[in-house]
Protein backbone atom coordinates (compact mmCIF):
# COMPACT_ATOMS: atom_id res chain seq x y z
CA UNK A 1 0.00 0.00 0.00
CA UNK A 2 1.16 3.45 -0.96
CA UNK A 3 1.99 5.74 1.94
CA UNK A 4 -0.49 8.43 1.16
CA UNK A 5 -2.70 5.66 0.80
CA UNK A 6 -2.01 4.29 4.76
CA UNK A 7 -2.40 7.73 5.63
CA UNK A 8 -5.89 8.52 3.96
CA UNK A 9 -7.17 5.01 5.36
CA UNK A 10 -5.21 4.88 8.68
CA UNK A 11 -4.41 8.22 9.54
CA UNK A 12 -1.60 8.50 11.99
CA UNK A 13 -1.90 4.80 13.05
CA UNK A 14 0.04 4.46 9.15
CA UNK A 15 3.05 6.00 10.69
CA UNK A 16 4.41 4.79 14.50
CA UNK A 17 6.23 7.82 14.60
CA UNK A 18 3.23 9.99 14.75
CA UNK A 19 1.07 7.48 16.87
CA UNK A 20 4.25 7.93 19.38
CA UNK A 21 4.34 11.33 19.29
CA UNK A 22 0.66 12.24 19.02
CA UNK A 23 1.15 14.08 15.84
CA UNK A 24 -2.43 15.06 13.84
CA UNK A 25 -2.19 14.68 10.45
CA UNK A 26 -3.95 18.02 8.71
CA UNK A 27 -4.11 18.87 5.01
CA UNK A 28 -1.68 17.36 2.30
CA UNK A 29 -1.77 17.72 -1.57
CA UNK A 30 -0.37 19.86 -4.09
CA UNK A 31 3.07 19.77 -3.10
CA UNK A 32 2.34 20.70 0.80
CA UNK A 33 0.75 19.17 4.13
CA UNK A 34 0.10 20.40 7.70
CA UNK A 35 0.62 18.63 10.71
CA UNK A 36 0.30 19.11 14.06
CA UNK A 37 1.26 18.08 17.83
CA UNK A 38 0.54 18.95 21.42
CA UNK A 39 3.65 19.25 23.83
CA UNK A 40 3.83 16.94 26.29
CA UNK A 41 5.96 17.47 29.42
CA UNK A 42 8.35 14.28 28.19
CA UNK A 43 9.51 16.22 25.42
CA UNK A 44 11.13 18.71 27.01
CA UNK A 45 14.82 19.31 28.03
CA UNK A 46 16.27 19.72 31.33
CA UNK A 47 15.15 23.05 31.99
CA UNK A 48 11.90 23.40 30.68
CA UNK A 49 12.03 23.88 26.75
CA UNK A 50 10.88 21.75 24.27
CA UNK A 51 13.63 19.89 22.80
CA UNK A 52 14.92 21.33 19.42
CA UNK A 53 14.55 17.96 18.11
CA UNK A 54 11.24 17.51 18.22
CA UNK A 55 11.47 21.25 16.21
CA UNK A 56 12.86 19.08 13.76
CA UNK A 57 11.57 15.91 13.40
CA UNK A 58 7.85 17.26 13.05
CA UNK A 59 9.27 19.80 9.96
CA UNK A 60 11.07 16.86 8.52
CA UNK A 61 7.42 14.62 8.80
CA UNK A 62 5.62 18.07 7.01
CA UNK A 63 8.38 18.21 4.69
CA UNK A 64 8.30 14.40 3.69
CA UNK A 65 4.40 14.41 3.75
CA UNK A 66 4.20 17.09 0.95
CA UNK A 67 6.71 15.65 -1.11
CA UNK A 68 4.68 12.23 -1.20
CA UNK A 69 2.17 14.31 -2.52
CA UNK A 70 4.16 14.80 -5.99
CA UNK A 71 6.23 11.62 -6.10
CA UNK A 72 5.18 9.42 -9.17
CA UNK A 73 4.13 5.98 -8.70
CA UNK A 74 7.37 3.84 -7.75
CA UNK A 75 9.31 6.85 -6.51
CA UNK A 76 10.08 6.42 -2.48
CA UNK A 77 12.44 9.91 -0.74
CA UNK A 78 14.92 9.61 2.14
CA UNK A 79 16.39 12.54 3.68
CA UNK A 80 19.62 13.45 2.51
CA UNK A 81 20.66 16.97 4.23
CA UNK A 82 18.66 19.15 6.70
CA UNK A 83 19.10 22.44 8.04
CA UNK A 84 17.07 24.46 10.63
CA UNK A 85 17.03 27.80 12.16
CA UNK A 86 15.71 28.05 15.37
CA UNK A 87 14.00 31.40 16.22
CA UNK A 88 12.48 30.93 19.58
CA UNK A 89 11.77 28.34 22.27
CA UNK A 90 8.56 26.77 23.61
CA UNK A 91 7.36 25.11 26.45
CA UNK A 92 3.88 24.31 26.02
CA UNK A 93 0.99 24.30 23.67
CA UNK A 94 0.06 22.97 20.11
CA UNK A 95 2.53 23.05 17.68
CA UNK A 96 1.91 23.52 13.64
CA UNK A 97 4.12 22.35 11.33
CA UNK A 98 3.91 23.11 7.40
CA UNK A 99 5.59 21.81 4.56
CA UNK A 100 6.47 22.39 0.99
CA UNK A 101 8.17 21.35 -1.88
CA UNK A 102 10.34 23.91 -3.36
CA UNK A 103 11.71 21.96 -6.52
CA UNK A 104 11.20 18.24 -7.00
CA UNK A 105 13.72 16.69 -9.86
CA UNK A 106 14.14 13.51 -10.69
CA UNK A 107 17.00 12.47 -7.87
CA UNK A 108 16.62 14.81 -5.82
CA UNK A 109 13.93 17.05 -4.11
CA UNK A 110 14.00 20.33 -2.20
CA UNK A 111 11.63 21.75 0.56
CA UNK A 112 11.05 24.00 3.20
CA UNK A 113 9.02 23.49 6.57
CA UNK A 114 8.16 26.00 9.20
CA UNK A 115 7.10 25.30 12.96
CA UNK A 116 4.87 27.71 14.61
CA UNK A 117 2.54 27.99 17.67
CA UNK A 118 -1.17 27.39 16.58
CA UNK A 119 -2.66 29.74 18.90
CA UNK A 120 0.03 33.30 18.42
CA UNK A 121 1.08 31.91 14.97
CA UNK A 122 5.14 32.63 16.14
CA UNK A 123 7.16 30.75 14.33
CA UNK A 124 9.58 28.84 16.29
CA UNK A 125 11.58 27.13 13.99
CA UNK A 126 12.36 27.00 9.89
CA UNK A 127 13.62 24.33 7.91
CA UNK A 128 15.62 23.48 4.14
CA UNK A 129 15.82 20.11 3.60
CA UNK A 130 16.88 17.89 0.65
CA UNK A 131 15.57 14.01 -0.47
CA UNK A 132 16.87 11.70 -2.68
CA UNK A 133 13.88 10.33 -4.90
CA UNK A 134 14.56 6.55 -5.25
CA UNK A 135 12.97 4.36 -7.78
CA UNK A 136 11.12 1.05 -6.83
Known sequence: MRYLDAIAERGRDANPFFRMMGVNIGRFGDGKAEISMDIRPEMQNGVGWLQGGMFVALADEAMALA???VLEEGEGIATVSESTSFLKGAREGRLIATGRVVKKGRRIAFTE???????????YARTSAAFVVTKA
Open 113 to 123: GEVRDAGSGTV
Open 67 to 69: LYT
